[in-house]
């Protein structure tokens, strides 16, 4: 049967609003009870509604790939987490590349991926015929065009080439798109959203959070770097970098918590407010991963693994920025952890294979679960560019002006401290990749971008083959089995699903 979200997805988009509704103080739902596709969207109060709901769609939990970070639990720096049988239906199978066409979540991603494009298309597509200021007219459709681009790139990279939804009215069955069609949107839409968003520093109040320029610059250098076109990357990577727009925090843990939200290292951020539901304006996504037990301030899914505790170099004051153990105490408030979760895990020969430890990133300071749903999850900061441009920059002959982008990065990590962290100083171009490598690795782990980061580099099925990647199937998911059968033929599984 088909599911509720598959069909939302294709449906009319005055009745998508009115069941799953924008928001007009950008974080805040309001309902829209009356609406009918005749009356919506016509003005210019309606056009502020449909491109606020464009960004609600991240906020949905089933956003984050079905509602768990398993882009980190399937890469070497996550293990599921929480106590050992909890959701282990759901969750082991991606922990051991043991998934199957019907796993669990990965019909919830696809279909929420599919109900955003709808909202941002209702956006592109009729809000240009709304008489009001041309200027933020078209400051809206850009928004929503970059948020289809991030929605697609989310679909093209788990799925390869996906069917296209580019009309609020599509036809009933589409074939799937080829990556590079798929791709090539992507791209049209983000050189759109380039020419016509402002800055960072042009938006005021509440409008902090929203699609910028520099947003907009950074997904597509991110788009092209993960198609190995470092020459079309770098220039945009260098407007993002000279702007003046962006900066690193000069601590590391703002460039996640609360201190750092829509701050100068914000390059683009998933916005919500200290409340429960979305159509409150919360998220789940920190809830998800948050401490279990002592205190009480989430699930705890997501837990970081030995070999990424392993890895950061001595000393590096990123290990503790990204791992949270037993016996900290954060904010006044000591971590004691989970009585039904074993504080170390063994295999039979006495080797540690996992620590009761939790994700740094997503703590949000206060009393109860309910704050962890204001976490804003970055998808872009400053970090991440500067990381990008040293490895266009080194990929396209130029690794002396490389080492100043990570060098950068290393500096601010090892926050004063010169007995850390030495610059990085070697030019060849095989060694000054890995460098870069695993500088993202500490800098971003926890964060989502280490799975994608093996699968693009062709690094997976060496580093991911131990804990069960096979090379040829596991670079893409499969699609959802529930869609191909609503399909009725026109969507063909992936390879070796």
């Known amino acids: 049967m088909k599911s509720l979200i598959k069909i939302l997805a294709f449906i009319p988009a005055a009745i998508i609003l009115l069941l799953n509704n924008g928001c007009s103080g950008f974080l805040e739902d309001e309902p829209q009870n009356y609406l009918t596709q005749e009356v919506f969207p016509t003005t210019a109060s309606d056009a502020l509604l449909a491109t606020n709901a464009t960004y609600t769609t991240l906020r949905e939990w089933f956003y984050h790939s079905g509602g768990y970070p398993i882009l980190d639990i399937m890469s070497d720096d996550a293990h599921k987490g929480s106590n050992p049988n909890d959701q282990l239906p759901t969750l082991g199978p991606y922990d051991s590349f043991g998934l199957t066409t019907s796993q669990d979540g990965l019909d919830r991603w696809w279909n929420t991926l599919y109900l955003g494009i709808k909202r941002c298309n209702v956006v592109i597509e009729l809000v240009p015929d709304i008489q009001m200021d041309p200027e933020l007219r078209d400051r809206y459709v850009a928004e929503a065009s970059f948020i289809r681009a991030q929605l697609y790139f989310d679909l093209v990279r788990a799925w390869g080439g996906v069917p296209l939804v580019t009309t609020t009215v599509p036809e009933a069955k589409l ?24 800055e960072k520093n042009q938006y005021q109040g509440s409008d902090a959070g929203r699609a910028t320029k520099g947003a907009a610059k950074s997904l597509l250098a991110k788009v092209y770097i993960f198609r190995n076109d470092f020459p079309s ?55 998800t991963q948050g401490v279990r037990g002592t205190p009480n301030r989430g699930w705890g899914f997501n837990r970081p693994s030995v070999d990424l505790r392993g890895s950061f170099e001595a000393g590096d004051p990123r290990l503790k920025g990204t791992i949270i153990d037993l016996g900290d105490t954060l904010d006044g408030v000591p971590i004691l952890g989970d009585g039904s979760t ?24 206060g009393t109860n679960t309910i704050a962890q749903w204001g976490h804003h999850r970055r998808l872009i900061r400053y970090a991440d560019v500067l990381l990008l441009y040293a490895e266009a920059l ?49 800098e971003l782990g926890m964060e989502g971008h280490r799975y994608w980061d093996l699968v693009r580099s062709g690094k997976a099925a060496e580093v991911l ?33």
Request: charged share 20%; hydrophobic share 35%.
């Open 342 to 365: 074993p504080d170390v895990t063994t295999d039979n020969e006495g080797n540690i294979i996992e620590i009761e430890c939790y994700n740094r990133k997503i703590w949000v300071p």
């Open 465 to 497: 083959g131990p804990l069960g990647f096979v090379s040829g199937k596991h670079e893409l998911f499969p699609i959802p089995q529930n869609e191909i059968d609503i399909s009725q033929g026109s969507l063909e599984q992936n390879p070796n699903w």
């Open 233 to 287: 990357a770098e220039p945009l990577l260098a407007e993002v970098v000279n702007s003046g727009q962006y900066n690193l925090e000069n601590l590391f843990v703002n460039a996640s918590s609360v201190e750092g939200n829509n701050g100068i290292e914000s390059v683009f951020e998933i916005g919500a407010m200290e409340l429960e539901g979305t159509e409150s304006g919360g998220d789940q996504y920190a809830n």
């Open 394 to 442: 080194n990929e396209n002959g130029n690794a002396s002006e490389a080492l100043t982008y990570l060098n950068l990065v290393r500096e601010r990590a090892r926050q004063g401290n010169n007995s850390i962290l030495p610059d990085i100083t070697t030019t060849d171009n095989a060694l000054l990749r890995d460098a870069i490598f695993n500088e993202r690795r500490h």
């Open 175 to 198: 074939p799937r798109a080829t990556a590079d069609e798929v791709y090539e949107l992507i791209i049209s839409d983000l050189e759109f959203a380039i020419v016509l968003l402002p």
